[in-house]
Nanobody
Framework: QVQLVESGGGLVQPGGSLRLSCAAS????????MSWYHQPPGKERELVAR???????EYGDSVKGRFTISRDNAENTVFLQMNSLKPEETAVYYC?????????WGQGIQVTVSS
């Protein structure tokens, strides 16, 4: 049974930091590209960052230089370090695993950036 479980969300002040984690199980983690998406209220889900099995990392334009995606294949976990957070980044953050046509999603975790 495939599971992606996000953790680390919550309330943070503008300019603050959070580190999200996504623990994966039920598939061969190292074979999958892993991504973080977010969905702000009333908006569509969009890519935040992607880490392939090898090769270049990919970031959304608005988070470049502030967010860092990483993965630990031994622990089947992907991380998203978010620094200098902005109020407009208040959203539900989702973890995604993809291998060609296979795509799995986590249940999402709330991140609220507010003073």
């Amino acid at each position: 049974q495939v599971q992606l479980v996000e953790s680390g969300g919550g309330l943070v002040q503008p300019g603050g930091s959070l580190r999200l984690s996504c623990a994966a199980s039920g598939f061969i983690f190292s074979n999958y590209a892993m991504s973080w998406y977010h969905q702000p209220p009333g908006k569509e889900r969009e890519l935040v960052a992607r880490i392939p099995t090898s090769g270049a990392l990919e970031y959304g334009d608005s988070v470049k230089g502030r967010f860092t995606i990483s993965r630990d294949n031994a622990e089947n976990t992907v991380f998203l370090q978010m620094n200098s957070l902005k109020p407009e980044e208040t959203a539900v953050y989702y973890c995604n695993a993809q291998l060609i046509w296979k795509s799995y999603w986590g249940q999402g975790i709330q991140v609220t950036v507010s003073s």
